[in-house]
């Protein structure tokens, strides 16, 4: 027993058996004269092939969800490492059921995982274990479906997918396809369109339904999770796993066994791989010979009297040798226990299959065939090579030989006159020798590769890539037509395969891992640069037919009246309808009002917050859905969410918009309803805007026929989400900074996209962001799961599904009304102070700092001054015209960033500026119209300014103040005019001294002052928000801690490190502070470098 509960566990104890690295688990008792039926299982790790066979092996023993019980057969300690070092295929072979769900026993085959972190070196091994299971005598002969496992959550093919795709069509001859399927894993029980999407862009090979859609089994992994209140699907989920396993069986019970001609296959690729590479590396010999050749019949040549004379006359020349090296260590340190290393040649000195992982011996090598080598140059016996750790590698030398020496290596016993000629006739000789073994081997080559065509499902290993476009290359230098124009096509269709670029590109990556650079030809990058491989394929969806709803089915007879008023967006089971509210404009918000409103019923009002495409849309007509009362048996469901808004990434004007549910408050719950739709925070527009859409919402609060209370904020994400990116965590933060700490007890989780079952890397992920939410009785963040099936066509298929996807939602839709019933309204007053204190905390520190900036310049001109006065105190006294150069400062106007102007102009966005002060007050003001309507003003006046000035003395416009300097030139007349203060005769300097004194302590008093002002506003906004982690307040933190440990200020310097301890343990402040860091710099704001 693994655990007890509901199920409880039992790990089965099969007979097991080690041939070498397989691996047999045999269950039950064999009966020769019952059928028996082969799958093999394939998949990236991780995709779920361990449950999956367990799942198999349940549905065969029978068991059923009210037994209470589940079985596993693999070893919970297989399960829990990512996959073995020694790369083991595991064959389970279940008997002793076959009166019971299906009339065969079952061999399954696990592969551990391709493309796991070991790379592409450690998937040949495991291919090459499956070679070894086919041929062994009690191995495994034929097969009845070859199971690609893939989970349903997959949405693209990365490179990885890809090549285990490949890997697996490699294995087979081309009567295999109609046995490939696909076994969906982690699945809701519909049609995984994104993962059939990604089986025909990688043109898989495959059996074919009534559809022509990929033959496919839809599985969830959720058999042996503990039955508990929060799991709301469980049945659901056990019965459409139950109904895929009758339909697998089905397709088992047709299914023709395939033999396996794999060991053809996988050798003839073991062969052209080692062919290929020592050709080329002979190749590479015969050049490094010819350049040697060449060497020598110049210096013959060009010394002809000295060499006649001269018989101790020197010459040099680059002499090739070849020398044995050690092969990679780092592929010896997965390779040495599946007996890895280099078959080679003694007598011919070469490499014969360099990579030979499945041979204890040379002589039992792939290569070997009726006891010689099909590679050598000189075809030698298995006799004469040996495996090692060593390869031959091909070198060259610096050399001096003697003409006597050169005599001996290339003069054949030819005399006088004739020994010059002869040599070069033996040169000549020698060169051609070297050009028919080439063209040998490459037409031996040629006929690998057609012959491997001809019986593969699939060409494009890397091996085949490289060696045809290699061939190519060589083919069209010998100018033989008729193989140039067959290379040609079989280029043509790898390159027309969209998966070529990704396979090639992880198995390139792979191998140069491991040491193993790949040799590729110029023909063969070229080929990877084809547009076509660049372009997106698919054609772009066409609009539904929308059309004025004419006719209503007895089953929606009960909303005649609603859908007389609808609009029909297409019929089916169930017939969407898009319902018309009443829309009302008011600025940037929007109000969109179905039903009439009773101002004696309670209601209840919910925020929805969440990233683009977390599913608020869909969420949204769910609830509207649950509050009219359909049901799935009425076979209608209505849209309140506009189609166009829904296909917008969000709206440039970002719309927050308000839904009013009335009419409904003697039905599912006895209130109506308000849902706060705000467009997707964190999208591609940037931080900038979701600025904009926290405005919005303090715009919506503060409206006299605005929200004023809120019952619940949902945070929408979706159930899939296991990590917490920068962009999710940035959303918390905003969410957060919104309220105050009164509404902890108010913010959910709201899970779209969910199977059911209690999402714990959605939980985790918001205790690792310290989302500060309520709580439900085992501390866990309160949450509701929801799917978004409720569109979809029903079909045989998906029925099972569709029943367990509405009962989940439907179930949680009541249990999300329970915890609104019992929500205590909070009132938003608090928000808009915190909003109002945010905005003018970020107005007050920017101010600050550009004003301390302007100190700063100011206090540099003045020491330019003293030093001038004192300096040329003479000269100052006896001539009123000397001059001295100093940086003078000033402000400017210049225009705010176009960029952003772009995205705030129908926001009313601008900067507030004082026109006394000359100073910039607010510089993205987003909210107000005019300046006296800005957050900074109180009663009149500026909070901002260093005057204090009235409202009336700011301007809202495209423009702020920049502080600049410039260099110019001051008599003593100008200097005395600036800073003297009537005072004559010596006291001229001593006061002119005493008032720059008296200025800069003007400046550090008004600087204190603002330091004092900004100090307090943070402990404020700590006190009253959730969350104070926001990038202005974390560098104001920051900056203040510096000003007042510069001031000394113990007290506040140990508060303020307090605050900054606990922003920096937080996990989410340093992704929050990234993204906003960066959004902020895309739109002309860089973020202001926070201390370490």
Known sequence: MIHEGSPTVYQLRPKKENIGTLTRMTFGEKDLSKINKTILLVGETGAGKSTLINALVNFTMGVKQEDDVWFQIVEEEKKEQSESQTSDVIVYEIFGFEDGTQPFSLSIIDTPGYGDAEGTERDVIVSQRLLDLFRSDDGVHAINAVGLVMKASENR?????????????????????????????????????????????????????????????????????LKTKKNANAKGAWDSTMDQMGQFVEFLKKAEPRNLITTEVLNLHIQITACAQNLQERIELTELKEREIKQTEEALKQHKEDVKNNEKFTVEVDESYKEKEDVSERRWYYLWRNYGGAVTCNVCQENCHVSCTLA??????????????????????????????????????????????????????????????????????????????????????????????QIA??????????????????????????????????????????????????????????????????????????????QPHGVQPSLPDITMATQITNASSKYKDFISKSIMIHEGSPTVYQLRPKKENIGNLTRM??????????????????????????????????????????????????????????????????????????????????????????????????????????????????????????????????????????IFSSVMSLFGKNMEKNIVALITHSDGVTPKNVLDALEDANIKCARDEDNEPVH???????????????????????????????????????????????????????????????????????????????????EALKQHKEDVKNNEKFTVEVDESYKEKEDVSERRWYYLWLNYGGAVTCNVCQENCHVSCTLAWYAEQCVVMKDGSCTVCSGKCPASDHVKEKKKYVTKTKRVTKTVAEMKEKYEKGKAGGEKFTSLLENLKREKEKLQRGKEKLLEESFQHVVKLEQIALNVNALSTYDLVAFLLEKMEERGDTEKVQKLKEMKRRMDEDKGTKSVLKYMRGGLAAFGRPGKKSMK
């Open 157 to 225: 093919l990365n490179d990885r997918l890809r090549y285990i795709f490949s890997s697996v069509m490699s294995l087979f001859g081309k009567n295999m396809e109609k046995n490939i399927v696909a076994l969906i894993t982690h699945s809701d029980g519909m049609t995984p369109k994104n993962v059939l999407g990604a089986l025909e862009d990688a043109k898989i090979k495959c059996a074919r339904d009534e559809d022509n859609e990929p033959v496919h089994f839809m599985f969830n992994n959720r058999q042996t999770k």
């Open 360 to 453: 204890w011996y040379a002589e039992h090598c792939e290569v070997m065939k009726d006891g010689r080598c099909t590679v050598c140059s000189g075809k030698c016996p298995a006799s004469d090579h040996v495996k090692e750790k060593k390869k031959y590698v091909n070198k060259t030398k610096r050399v001096t030989k003697t003409v006597a020496e050169m005599k001996e290596k290339y003069e054949k016993g030819k005399a006088g006159g004739e020994k010059s000629t002869s040599l070069l006739e033996n040169l000549k000789r020698e060169k051609e020798k070297l050009q028919r073994e080439k063209e040998k081997l490459l037409e031996e080559s040629f006929q690998h590769v057609v012959k491997l065509e």
């Open 457 to 534: 499902l699939n060409v494009n290993a890397l091996s085949t890539y490289d060696l045809v476009a290699f061939l190519l290359e060589k083919m069209e230098e010998r100018g033989d037509t008729e193989k140039v124009q067959k290379l040609k096509e079989m280029k043509r269709r790898m390159d027309e395969d969209k998966g070529t670029k990704s396979v090639l590109k992880y198995m390139r990556g792979g191998l140069a891992a491991f040491g193993r650079p790949d040799v590729t030809a110029e023909a063969t990058i070229r080929s990877l640069r084809h547009q076509h491989l660049f």
């Open 593 to 730: 009002t179905f039903g009439e409103k009773d101002l004696n019923k309670i209601n209840k009002t919910i925020l929805l917050v969440g990233e683009t495409g977390a599913g608020k849309s869909t969420l949204i007509n769910a609830l509207v859905n649950f509050t009219m009362g359909v049901k799935q048996e009425d076979d209608v469901w209505f849209q309140i969410v506009e189609e166009e808004k829904k296909k917008q990434s969000e709206s440039q004007t970002s719309d927050v918009i308000v839904y009013e549910i009335f009419g409904f408050e003697d039905g599912t719950q006895p209130f109506s309803l308000s849902i706060i739709d705000t467009p997707g925070y964190g999208d591609a527009e940037g931080t900038e805007r979701d600025v904009i859409v926290g405005q919005r919402l303090l715009d919506l609060f503060r409206l006299d026929d605005g929200v004023h209370a809120i019952n619940a904020v949902g945070l929408v994400m979706k159930a899939s989400e296991n990590r917490l990116n920068d962009r999710l965590r940035y």
């Open 784 to 866: 509701f799961m929801f799917n978004n099936h409720q569109t979809k066509l029903k079909t045989k298929k998906n029925k099972f599904a569709l029943k367990g996807a509405w009962d989940l939602t439907m179930d949680q839709m009541g249990q999300f009304v329970e915890f609104l019933k019992k929500a205590e309204p909070r009132n938003l007053i608090t928000t808009t102070e915190v909003l109002n204190l945010h905005i003018q905390i970020t107005a007050c520190a920017q101010n600050l700092q550009e004003r301390i900036e302007l100190t700063e310049l100011k206090e540099r001109e003045i020491k330019q001054t003293e």
